[in-house]
């Protein structure tokens, strides 16, 4: 992502908000696959919903097809090892009844509509009325869903399917099971502890990962199980026929030094004196500007050391030179509403590796960069204060390049990882987005809203919610 493209995504993303009125849920971005029938309108597709505690049934089931139903006699099966290595959750299954077709529903919240993910065969295909199916299909979204996690805020997910003329959603663990029935494929074992939260790993890890038992599966999986610092515990996990997931032990299996909320590992940042709520937000500033010269000098050092391309090293180390001219704007602004000089700890660590360096990277500069560049535009509009909203507007015009810069290191980072590293980095930038997520849904003084602009916790939401849908993290 160019400057001049971050730049103008970022630009978009605060007038949007800016225009929008108590902005508070989840979405934005490119348009979903699906949308939701217009208010007033229903479906009449003729098969009755499925009841929610057997969503492999409907209603009042016909004792034989409609006229025109195609019923399917085999599930698609789809291939399980995609091309980059990852894993099809939804291949191999072996549901109650055999679909036409089914997929990943996610959905961010109440109203809005479902976006397909993975799928497997042609939807409504044996249905007697395609159109009709294929608007029964679009209005399905799981409000409350299974895998809640979302990048950023809210999400969760189901799994969609039609049937010939039946369309269903699998919206809870519950309602998995019964769609599934008895766990008979290792398929099936996949897609119960992907649902379930557990980071599934690549088509290798599968291979020596998965077995088969007299009473079910046993399953080698991941999952992030703290996020200061990032922590990756090992889970050995049992998978029953009849759906439950238990975890028969668990290891902390790594820790890196990055941290959700730190601007870099080997860096601590300082309390802030008790004074004025104004004062200690430029206080506080100032210090994390302080963090971020090193940050950006640390990345400089690294990438020449990794090999990156002159212009990345070259644009790390004028980072670093802006920063430190924003410790000069944040320590006067501090000055000026009675705050103090406050240095962070630093340590130098060396030299690390590719992958520790994309992981702090998809922390610090894809999320918290980036959202930083948002917020800073945000003031340099909003602040009451005619110093404030000058001094802002010249930091926030080079966050924008850094926060493309880290977008940038991403894309030259992510060839040199593995496949594994590369979910461990993603997994990291959904934490580092549900963390962010927790802090924006504060509510800022009134002071730091009227004065120095900061977005109220709605509108930050808003900048958080677009900025993710934006950029694609999912």
């Not at 309108?41 to 409907?58: F, G, L, M, N, Q």
């Not at 299996?253 to 200690?280: E, F, H, Y």
């Amino acid at each position: 992502m160019s400057d001049e493209q971050f730049e103008q995504l970022a630009r978009r993303i605060v007038w949007v908000t800016l225009s929008a009125v108590g902005v508070s849920g989840c979405g934005g971005g490119e348009p979903p696959r699906t949308s939701a029938a217009p208010p007033g309108e229903t479906t009449s597709i003729p098969v009755a919903e499925p009841p929610s505690t057997d969503p492999t049934a409907s209603a009042t089931p016909p004792s034989a097809p409609s006229e025109g139903e195609q019923m399917p006699q085999q599930t698609p099966q789809g291939e399980r090892c995609r091309a980059d290595g990852g894993v099809n959750v939804l291949a191999g299954l072996s549901p109650a009844k055999p679909v036409d077709y089914v997929a990943v529903f996610q959905s961010f919240g109440k109203g809005q509509a479902a976006r397909e993910g993975e799928h497997l065969g042609t939807p409504c295909s044996g249905a007697s009325d395609e159109r009709q199916c294929d608007d029964a299909l679009k209005a399905k979204t799981p409000e409350s869903g299974f895998r809640v996690e979302c990048r950023p805020g809210y999400c969760a997910h189901g799994v969609a399917y039609t049937r010939g003329n039946e369309v269903g959603l699998a919206s809870s663990i519950d309602e998995l099971k019964a769609f599934l029935g008895p766990l008979d494929t290792e398929g099936d074992a996949i897609l119960m502890a992907w649902a379930e939260g557990y980071n599934i790993g690549t088509c290798a890890d599968l291979e020596k990962n998965l077995k088969q038992t007299k009473d079910g599966y046993e399953l080698v999986t991941e999952k992030m199980t703290a996020d200061c610092p990032i922590e990756i515990s090992e889970f050995k996990l049992k998978i029953a026929t009849d759906g439950s997931v238990s975890v028969l032990s668990k290891k902390v299996k790594s820790k890196s030094g990055a941290c959700v909320g730190r601007q870099s590992a080997g860096t601590d940042l300082r309390p802030i004196p008790a004074s004025n709520v104004l004062g200690a937000y430029f206080t506080d500033c100032a210090q994390l500007e302080r963090a971020a010269v090193f940050a950006f000098a640390r990345m400089q050092e690294e990438l020449r050391a990794l090999g990156a391309p002159p212009s990345l090293v070259a644009d790390a180390k004028r980072s670093a030179r802006d920063e430190e001219r924003h410790v000069a704007i944040l320590d006067r602004l501090a000055q000026d509403f009675g705050g103090e000089r406050v240095e962070p700890e630093v340590r130098d660590l060396g030299v690390r590796s590719a992958y520790d360096v994309a992981l702090e990277n998809a922390v610090e500069g894809c999320v918290r960069e980036s959202y930083g560049a948002l917020v800073g535009l945000w003031q340099s509009e909003r602040a009451a204060d005619a110093g404030v909203r000058d001094a802002l507007r010249e930091v926030a015009e080079d966050e924008l390049r850094h926060a493309a810069l880290s977008w940038r290191v991403a894309a030259w980072l992510e060839p040199r990882l593995t496949e594994q590293e590369r979910l461990r980095v993603a997994q990291a930038q959904r934490a580092a987005l549900v963390a962010l997520h927790d802090e924006c849904a504060v509510e800022p003084a009134s002071e730091l809203v009227e004065t120095a602009g900061l977005p109220t916790a709605a509108q930050a939401l808003g900048l958080l919610q677009r900025l993710g849908a934006a950029v694609g993290v999912s």
